[in-house]
Every structure is written in structure tokens, then in C-alpha cells.
């Protein structure tokens, strides 16, 4: 694959998925168009321990999935494992959202996760998630809506309101960021404002598109999150950054899909994209839940099968990290500070804030040297607190050797992050590197 149609695929990838929900359809989408079969966690599976290109995926809460392709001996070899996080900080809209205030609608949000919230100010919003309801039989079934139309925006307060607001400006999370939806002809709840009702029409409007599915006749519960509807786009004097939502992670979950798509690869390998990175990884489908072990327990034949698989397997934990900002570069350490466009970045912590230790660390920069790919690394500043990733959390509830890295960004959790335009490339070069 050429970086031209890469970062076409990455664009459209991260444009066709808002949420996490989204984002696991569109790879589930991309997966069974490459031949993977889907496996159902509460059926008895039937994959060959030892066979030659069986390739499955299967998933969780819609939201986290997980895919390989088996071509050797789980026993002798292991799996090569690759692991990223498909939420990304954003507003969600509340269990009873409308706010009815000066003949406006607006919608509570609650924060997910770190987000950096001045940046969601005066951009045109949309809505997407998941939405559960009751359908004309009875049953409780699930639906994938997006609005795709800006819907939304969270006005700014003009600087004479507030004077100060370039010195000193904090936002409250309950008072400042309800978006506003439109203006009500009455200050009151009618049936334009009634929330519950618009989903309703929404969720069979795309249930329609489906003739076998019945009508849903009553909303009972949803997860949404506004987004951004402004695509991602090349930007740059010479087209060296994409600047886009949702860099961080959806950019090392489409690298990692394309890497496990290549069909070079020699080893057994498996993709891991777990939810709720962006808020501890503490649930059912997060990286701290039992996904990933349940997964590999299956296709092992006992305990002991599992622990040697284990030992001699390895996983790569693919998450942004922070370049050096030209504008504030004293926030780096002086020799750790990873440039844009010139490769990955392996992340270390004395504290294990990061898994990398230096045999991991060494075995990724050995990758780089096999794809010809430069790489940098990245310690945070010895008197600053340092972030995390799943890499960590996955390497204590497995036990399996782990190497942190990620391309270098600027503004991490805003609702336009940029990237370098070469690095998502490298990244899959090295990735392909590894699988193969
Ligand atoms: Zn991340």
C-alpha cells in the first residue's frame, strides 16, 4: 500500500466512526470484506488450534473487538499482539438531557474522560452512538444512529462579556458546555424538544433501511456523544500534518487493522481494540477487563497451554504520544522531545507508567531498523506526571512481554488533534514488520 491511498483510507476510516460503536462497525465491515469470520463469544468455537490462515474476529459491548489470523503453531510460536483503544474523550449526552432555558433547547452532557474542552466551543456538532429500545415485538434490541448533520454548537460568550477571557478563562462542566439544539417557539418542553421522541424517529428511519427488522416502538435507553462534523483533512505548506478528531486512537486502530489485512504474514497474529481506555479501562470491554484472556484462553486447550502461549508472545501497545510543541517545548525534556514525520516513538517510564522495558524496547527498534523506518522515544519530564495506555494494564492482567509506542501529536484530546502525515505510514510499515 502506497502513503497516498493510507491516508485516504485512514481519513474515511476515522470519518465513518464517530463513537467506538461506530468504530468497531467499520472495522467489522472491513474485516469481512477481507474474508474473517465472526465469531460469537457465547457460542462454542471452533477454530483450528494449528491451521493455516484461519482468520476470526469477535466482539464485545460492540465497542471493543478483537481479530486474528492463525498460521502456526499457537505452541511453538505464540502471537504477535497488538493493542489499541477505540473511545476518545468527548460530551455524552445524559440519561435525562433536555434543558429548557431562555427558549432554547439544550442538551446535559457529561464529560468522557480528559477532554480538552475550550477547543469544543463554536464547532458545528453532530450526535452518534447507540441507542436501546423496545421493538413492536417485545424485545429489547440495539441500534447505530449518527445524525451526520451539524445539530448542535456550544457558543462561546463574547470577550465583552468577559474581558479576562484571554488572561483567565475556566469552564464549568455543568454550566458552560450544553450544546444548544435550536430555538423553541414556547420556553417549554414540547414535542419538538422531547428527546426520547426524536430518537424514535431517527432510530426507524435507518431501521427502515432494513425490511427484515421490525419497528422500534419505544426508546429505553441510549450512549451518544456529540463529535465533530468538520472531516479530517492533509494540512500543511506541504501537506506534512491530518489534522482530525479522534487521532487518539482511531489512528493506531486503522494502522493495526491494515497491518493485520496484509497477507505477508508468517506469524499468528491478533488485534485488540479495547473501549473505555480514556477513562481507566476498568469495564467489561476495557483492556482491564477479561476480553483479551477469555479470547486467548479459548483457543488454548488448558491453563498450562495458555501460560506458554503466553511466554512466548509479545504485544506492541499502539497509542499517540506527545511531540514537542514549537510554542511551548520547555513542557519536554530536552532530549526526548519526538518531531512529527520522523517515526514512532517508543515510550518509557522508570515507574511503569509505560510497559517498555529495554527488551521490548529493543525489540521495536530492531523492527524499525527490518523496515527501514526511523524511530524516537519519549520520557516525560522528571517533574511532571506522566500518562498512561492500555499497555501497562494489558501487561498486568496477561503477563505478556509489552512495548509501548505511538505517533507523536500535538493537542491530545482536543476535537482536532494533528498528526504528522508520514507517521501513521511508518507505523504500519513497522507493524507489518512484526506481524510478518
Ligand atoms: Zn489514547
Request: charged fraction near 20%; proline fraction near 4%.
Amino acid at each position: 500500500m502506497q502513503d497516498e491511498n493510507f491516508v485516504n483510507g485512514l481519513i474515511e476510516f476515522i470519518k465513518k466512526s464517530p463513537t467506538p460503536f461506530h468504530a468497531v462497525q467499520t472495522m467489522v465491515e472491513i474485516l469481512e470484506d477481507a474474508g474473517f469470520k465472526r465469531l460469537s463469544e457465547t457460542d462454542q468455537w471452533s477454530v483450528d488450534k494449528q491451521p493455516a490462515g484461519e482468520r476470526c474476529f469477535v466482539t464485545r459491548n460492540d465497542s471493543s473487538i478483537i481479530a486474528f489470523q492463525m498460521n502456526q503453531s499457537l505452541l511453538e510460536h505464540g502471537i504477535r499482539m497488538l493493542g489499541a483503544h477505540t473511545d476518545s474523550p468527548c460530551l455524552k449526552v445524559k440519561p435525562n438531557p433536555e434543558i429548557i432555558n431562555n427558549h432554547y433547547l439544550q442538551l446535559g452532557v457529561e464529560v468522557y474522560g480528559g477532554a480538552l474542552l475550550n477547543p469544543w466551543f463554536d464547532r458545528d456538532l453532530s450526535l452518534a452512538g447507540r441507542v436501546s429500545y423496545l421493538n413492536e415485538n417485545g424485545q429489547i434490541d440495539h441500534q447505530l444512529i449518527d445524525f451526520e448533520k451539524a445539530i448542535a454548537v456550544i457558543p462561546s460568550l463574547a470577550i465583552h462579556l468577559d474581558r479576562e477571557a484571554n488572561e483567565n478563562h475556566s469552564i464549568n462542566k455543568q454550566e458552560h458546555i450544553a450544546p444548544v439544539l435550536m430555538k423553541l417557539p414556547e420556553n417549554s418542553i414540547d414535542k419538538d424538544a422531547d428527546f426520547k421522541k426524536l430518537l424514535l424517529k431517527i432510530v426507524n428511519a435507518e431501521l427502515e433501511k432494513y425490511t427484515t427488522i421490525s419497528n422500534a416502538a419505544k426508546i429505553l435507553d441510549y450512549e451518544l456523544s456529540f463529535y465533530d462534523v468538520q472531516a479530517p483533512a492533509v494540512v500543511g505548506l506541504h501537506d506534512d500534518f491530518i489534522a482530525s478528531a479522534r487521532l487518539d486512537n482511531l489512528l493506531s486502530c486503522y494502522t493495526g487493522l491494515m497491518a493485520l489485512l496484509d497477507k505477508e504474514g508468517k506469524q499468528n497474529k491478533l488485534l485488540v481494540c479495547n473501549d473505555h481506555e480514556e477513562v481507566g479501562s476498568v469495564s467489561a470491554a476495557g483492556a482491564q477487563g477479561p476480553f483479551l484472556k477469555s479470547v486467548l484462553s479459548r483457543l488454548c486447550a488448558s491453563e498450562e497451554e495458555l501460560s506458554r502461549v503466553i511466554a512466548c508472545s509479545l504485544m506492541i501497545s499502539a497509542d499517540n504520544a506527545h511531540g514537542v510543541h514549537p510554542n511551548f517545548a520547555d513542557k519536554h525534556d530536552a532530549n526526548h522531545g519526538p518531531i512529527m514525520n520522523e517515526g514512532p516513538v517508543i515510550k518509557v517510564n522508570a515507574n511503569q507508567r509505560y510497559s517498555s522495558n529495554s527488551e521490548t524496547g529493543a525489540m521495536f527498534k530492531h523492527l524499525c531498523d527490518l523496515a527501514d523506518v526511523p524511530v524516537q522515544s519519549f520520557v516525560v519530564r522528571s517533574d511532571m506526571a506522566c500518562g498512561s495506555t492500555i499497555g501497562p494494564i494489558t501487561a498486568s492482567e496477561i503477563g505478556v512481554r509489552t512495548v509501548d509506542v505511538g505517533v507523536p501529536t500535538f493537542a491530545m484530546h482536543s476535537i482536532r488533534e494533528l498528526a504528522g502525515r508520514w507517521d501513521a505510514f511508518y507505523l504500519y510499515r513497522v507493524l507489518k514488520q512484526y506481524y510478518n
